[in-house]
C-alpha cells in the first residue's frame, strides 16, 4: 500500500467531490425531465448562442456523436433549435428557443440551491479561496497539458 499524500488526498477528494456533485446535479435536473448534461448544453448555449455543434462538443469535453444524441432530445423538446450556418453549408448551428429560457431561469434558481445544500457550513471567505486556488490548478493544468511531450517522445512509460 502507497503511503498517504497529502496531494493525493486532494486529487482524491477533488475528484469525489466533483462525482458526487455530478450525481446530485442529475437527480435534481430530474424535477424538470433533463439531466445535468441537457442542463450543462443549455447553459453553455445561453453563454455562447450560435456555436457550432463541432465547437461545442469541444467546449464540453464530449464525443460529436453523444452531443448529437444530446442535441436531438433537446430539439424534440423544442428547447434548441439548429439553423445553417450561413458560410458553412455543411455546418449547423445552435440557438436556445423561446421555450428554453424560463427553464434556463428555474435551472439558474436550482443550481444555487444545489450549491447552497453543497456549500452549508463553508463560509464566504473560505469559498473565495477555494474559488481563486482552483483557478491556480486549472492554469497550471491548462500549462502543463499545452507543454506535453508528443507521443513516443522520451519521458513516456508504458505498463502492459
Known sequence: ??????????????????RMLRTY???????????????????RLDRFEGLKQSELAEMLDLQPITLTRLLDRLCESSLIERRA???DRRAKR????????????????LGDELMT?????????????????LAVIKENL????????????AGEQRYG
Open 85 to 87: 450556418d450561413p458560410n
Open 94 to 109: 445552435l440557438y436556445l428557443t423561446a421555450q428554453a429560457r424560463p427553464l434556463l431561469e428555474r435551472l439558474g434558481d
Open 142 to 153: 491548462r500549462h502543463a497539458i499545452q507543454n506535453k511531450p508528443a507521443p513516443g517522445t
Open 25 to 43: 446535479a442529475d437527480y435534481k435536473a430530474s424535477q424538470f425531465g433533463i439531466t445535468r448534461a441537457q442542463w450543462v448544453v443549455l447553459v
Open 117 to 133: 445544500t453543497a456549500l452549508a457550513g463553508v463560509d464566504r471567505e473560505s469559498v473565495e479561496r477555494m474559488v481563486a486556488q
Open 1 to 18: 500500500m502507497l503511503p498517504r499524500s497529502l496531494n493525493r488526498e486532494f486529487a482524491f477528494s477533488l475528484n469525489d467531490v466533483a
